[in-house]
């Protein structure tokens, strides 16, 4: 069965520091890689999407970036954090044959 | 503006009572349609998929699609207070090598014991 991991869990950064968050997904190859971020009482804001290695998509402009340096890994990075930075960052993949997105643990920055 | 709009609630319902929750979306050509749970400070999960006009019964849970009004519900009988959490409404359309899937900003439920 197919399997998402996300890190760390929990995360607090001072504003201007660099951002590293990770996602692999198991037991599936070649799935779409999805980042999104949830603003507190929010709905789930698209940032990257990514349908294979070294191909992103970027649906909202702003001081992140993404990289899929292989299959099943999929990174979110940012040189210098912002305050409005913080938020719920979830990973996901999706079942292309029926279109269903299923989502990691999910990480929560706070950016202080 | 493709969008994806709920109610925001809450909606509270009393244990044992029916919750009907709501969504709307603008796109036509929007293929498949999501019901998913997120508890606070949880991840979301998938509750229902359906992709046909009609009615999709799981459980205590049915999903209605009606393409035409672009109008998708979800229904669930007999409540819970293991219920209470917000109900995310997601679309997905076809792009260039996979779908991509618009949330909406999700209606809160409250299952009163």
């Known amino acids: 069965s197919q399997t998402i991991h996300q890190w760390p869990a929990t995360l607090v950064q001072p504003v201007g520091s660099p951002l590293s968050l990770e996602c692999t997904v198991e037991g599936t190859s070649n799935p779409n890689l999805y980042w999104y971020r949830q603003a507190a009482g929010r709905g789930l804001q698209l940032l990257f999407y990514?349908?294979?290695?070294?191909?992103i998509s970027s649906e909202v402009p702003q001081n992140l970036s993404a990289s899929r340096p292989q299959d099943r890994q999929f990174i979110l990075s940012s040189k210098k954090l912002l305050l409005s930075d913080s938020g719920f960052y979830l990973c996901?993949?999706?079942?292309?044959?029926?279109?269903?997105?299923?989502f990691g643990a999910g990480t929560r920055l706070s950016v202080l | 503006q493709k969008e994806v709009e709920q109610n925001s609630g809450p909606l509270s319902v009393p244990e044992g009572a029916i919750a009907s929750l709501n969504c709307t979306y603008s796109d036509r050509v929007s293929q498949s349609f999501f019901w998913y749970r997120q508890y606070s400070g949880k991840s979301p999960e998938l509750i229902m998929s359906i992709y046909s006009n009609g009615d999709k019964e799981d459980g205590r849970f049915t999903a209605q699609l009606n393409k035409a009004s672009q109008y998708v519900s979800l229904l669930i009988r007999d409540s819970q207070p293991s219920d209470s959490a917000t109900y995310l409404c997601?679309?997905?359309?076809?792009?260039?090598?996979?779908?991509?899937?618009?949330f909406g900003a999700g209606t809160r439920l409250f299952v009163k014991a």
């Open positions: 997601a679309v997905a359309e076809e792009r260039t090598g996979g779908f991509k899937t618009i």
């Open positions: 996901a993949w999706t079942s292309l044959a029926k279109n269903i997105q299923y």
């Open positions: 990514s349908v294979g290695i070294g191909q």
